[in-house]
């Protein structure tokens, strides 16, 4: 038995298995850039950096720099009682670098999903009313006040209801809603209108804390709203009083080819949730908003002991110098168009690619059956030759390639992890491909 299959074996007999979405039977070592290394010293592309957190690559030396530093001089005292340099320090920045030109303030916490949950609480606080709107192939956590936003997959939520009273969901505009031939004002102004439903049938607007958006839905399959269709909504939340709310957990920091997703569409929310890349990697996560809201609450409202931990936070601004001095949401953009390239092509050349969206370096690419439907399968067999091959790539809701590799990839790592694809792509449409024996059907 290899190193893998060994330290996995003995793992396996006691972690739980509600805690890990297994793919490939693999104990990551270490990492480098956008390289991971394996327990038995085989090193793999990473096209997975926004899920894990690491849109700087592994271990920036910047980041190590500061996290060492940081690590000599105070490793905790706890953010939730006493301030300390680097806590401040990120503090002052993270209200500089949110979007919206107004006066800001930020609430630490540990991960994306207590981020989301803390929105829900400044919005219920500062509205003095009940309900949060948010919307189908929303992820936004696994704590019961996310997990009651999200509407991706029902294994989230199997078993451990009831959820949170108040949570209305509403359809995202995604490309499976839109019809033949559709502009997308008449899209946006179709879906608006079924956005506006509850709202006419049962959901008094001033009864509405939050409405709650993935500007780009990460999870839910790499989709973007329309222009107009986000107007509309935001709009709606001027008119209504209601706070509206970005989740930038998986899509900001650069990923999309601007700093937030949000950035695309000339709007500044009220309230933005970070975390995941904030700190590379280390538990750290923010809400960040216009001070009005953030002050409806009052201590220990939001307060944990390890959020805006000095390490991480010493570590957030070693992320944000290194996201701005690299250029990373440029170099997003630029590394984007050349893998849209080459999915468009391919897409022109295999039946089985369907749908392919791109925004900056950040990809979801629908793998479809002969019908055009969702095809579990193939994109399976396709992860696990792309695996072999020496790539890390992972699906979304079972059947969307999830393509996020970390910002700074050289553009050598770049062709190599699309000649790992295209030979992959090749193989499958020769019948190449047997599902592997030990795949797990990830149908979320
Ligand atoms: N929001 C979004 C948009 C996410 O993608 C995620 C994680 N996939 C979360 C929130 C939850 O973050 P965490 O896993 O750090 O709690």
Redesign the pocket.
């Known amino acids: 038995m290899d190193q893998n299959q060994s330290i996995l074996a003995n793992e396996d007999q006691h972690l739980a298995q509600a805690s890990r979405i297994k793919y490939f039977d693999i104990v990551i070592d270490h990492g480098q850039g956008a390289t991971v290394t394996d327990a038995d010293g085989k090193t793999y592309l990473d096209l997975l950096a926004s899920?894990s957190a690491t849109n700087t690559g592994h271990s920036h030396p910047k980041v190590v720099e500061a996290i060492t530093k940081q690590a000599q001089k105070l490793i905790q005292y706890t953010p939730a009682y006493f301030s300390n340099t680097a806590t401040a320090a990120l503090v002052e920045r993270l209200a500089a670098i949110a979007p919206g030109d107004f006066e800001k303030e930020v609430a630490f916490g540990n991960?994306?999903?207590?981020a989301?949950d803390a929105i829900i609480k400044f919005a219920r606080a500062y509205t003095k009313r009940p309900y949060v709107v948010s919307f189908t192939g929303a992820?936004?956590?696994?704590t019961f006040g996310?997990m009651s936003m999200s509407a991706v997959s029902l294994n989230m939520t199997r078993k451990m209801g009831p959820l949170l009273p108040g949570m209305v969901k509403v359809p995202y505009p995604d490309q499976h809603q839109r019809r033949l031939g559709e502009s997308d004002d008449e899209f946006s102004e179709r879906m608006f209108e079924q956005f506006r439903l509850p709202f006419e049938t049962y959901l008094p607007a001033d009864e509405v804390a939050l409405v709650e958006i993935?500007a780009i839905q990460?999870?839910g399959g790499i989709v973007k709203a329309p222009q107009r269709y986000m107007d509309l909504v935001y709009e709606f939340t001027r008119q209504h009083g209601i706070v509206f709310a970005v989740?930038e957990?998986?899509?900001g920091l650069g990923r999309t080819g601007k700093m937030w997703s949000i950035d695309h569409f000339g709007i500044a929310p009220d309230l933005i949730?970070v975390?995941?890349s904030i700190a590379s990697g280390l538990p750290l996560?923010a809400v960040i908003g216009r001070k009005e809201i953030m002050e409806s609450l009052d201590a220990p409202a939001n307060v944990y002991t390890t959020a805006g931990n000095p390490v991480a936070a010493a570590a957030a601004l070693a992320t944000l110098d290194v996201i701005e001095e690299e250029k990373l949401a440029e170099r997003s953009g630029q590394l984007g168009i050349k893998a849209k390239k080459f999915f468009d092509e391919a897409a022109k050349k295999y039946n089985f690619i369907g749908d392919v969206r791109l925004y900056g370096f950040n990809g979801g690419i629908d793998i479809v059956d002969a019908d055009g439907q969702p095809d579990v399968d193939a994109t399976t067999k396709l992860i696990y030759r792309i695996y072999e091959l020496g790539a890390i790539m992972i699906s979304l809701r079972g059947s969307t390639l999830r393509f996020q590799p970390p910002l700074v990839m050289t553009d050598e790592q770049l062709d190599q992890s699309l000649a790992i694809i295209d030979q992959a792509f090749g193989e499958l449409a020769a019948g190449k491909l047997a599902l592997p024996q030990t795949a797990n059907h990830i149908g979320w």
Request: proline share 0%; glycine share 18%.
């Open positions: 899920a991960s994306g999903s207590d989301n992820y936004h956590g696994s996310s993935e990460g999870d989740d957990v998986n899509q949730a975390g995941k996560s």
